[in-house]
């Protein structure tokens, strides 16, 4: 069964960075489409960003392209969400999630706890 752990949240002031890791495992990392995503206070859950499986192509919301990256160690199990120029509008908890299909399974099979990333000054 396939597992996976957020970290790395925090309060950061407007213009600032933080780093989200999310360690799995029971899985491997690079045979699955891989995401994060949040969900801020009254709002649904959307998507942030992603990578698909094999290749690697990274996906972004436009709300986070240029300022967002994502990446994973396959060797570790780990994906992280580098985020810079934080606005208080990304606060939200975050949540990394995996899926062995891509096109990725609407939602993905298995998900992290979420990690809470609070932006304000």
């Known amino acids: 069964q396939a597992q996976l752990a957020e970290s790395g949240g925090g309060l950061v002031q407007p213009g600032g960075s933080l780093r989200l890791s999310c360690a799995g495992s029971?899985?491997?990392?690079?045979?699955?489409?891989i995401g994060w995503f949040r969900q801020a206070p009254g709002k649904d859950r959307e998507f942030v960003a992603g990578i698909s499986p094999y290749t690697g192509t990274t996906y972004y919301a436009d709300s986070v392209k240029g300022r967002f990256t994502i990446s994973r160690d396959n060797a570790k199990i780990t994906m992280f969400l580098q985020m810079n120029s934080l606005k208080p509008e990304d606060t939200a908890i975050y949540y990394c999630?995996?899926?062995?299909?891509?096109?990725?399974?609407?939602?993905?099979?298995?998900w992290g706890q979420g990690t809470q990333v609070s932006v304000s000054s």
């Open positions: 999630a995996a899926d062995n299909s891509f096109p990725p399974k609407e939602p993905y099979e298995y």
């Open positions: 029971g899985f491997t990392l690079e045979y699955n489409t």
